[in-house]
């Protein structure tokens, strides 16, 4: 039963071979037409009658050189105009000043009433 297995194997592999080639061969032939390629002749001369004896060179590419950017000199900096700010008591405050409000406990150090409490030692 073992021979007979081999045997099997061994035509299934041939008959697999055969389909492989067949099927390759189809999509071969589908690549050219959607191509527009005969591929089938690789070594073909082109039609321009001249034998192509030359091989085509290798890509190589342009060399690469950095460069720097060109840097320009910048203008010189003007200082900003500096503006005049008066000092003193003449200057104006930027807060709104508020009117005294009678449900609002006295600011402290504002001559109110002295604290019930002992002041606390010093640190």
């Known amino acids: 039963m073992i021979a007979r297995q081999k045997d099997e194997d061994a035509i299934r592999e ?3 071979i055969e389909s492989e080639k067949a099927r390759l061969e189809a999509r071969r032939k589908e ?4 191509a527009g390629m005969n591929m089938s002749k690789p070594d073909a001369v082109e039609d321009s009658g001249q034998p192509a004896t030359e091989e085509p060179l290798p890509f190589v590419p342009e060399p690469f050189a950095p460069t720097t950017p060109v840097i320009e000199e910048p203008a010189p900096l003007t200082p900003l105009p500096t503006p005049t700010i008066p000092e ?3 200057a104006p405050s930027p807060f709104a000043p508020m009117p005294p409000d009678p449900s609002l406990p006295p600011l402290p ?14 640190l």
């Open 109 to 122: 150090g504002g001559g109110a009433a002295p604290s019930p409490f002992a002041p606390l030692p010093p």
């Open 14 to 16: 041939k008959r697999w």
């Open 31 to 34: 690549i050219e037409k959607e």
């Open 88 to 90: 003193g008591p003449a």
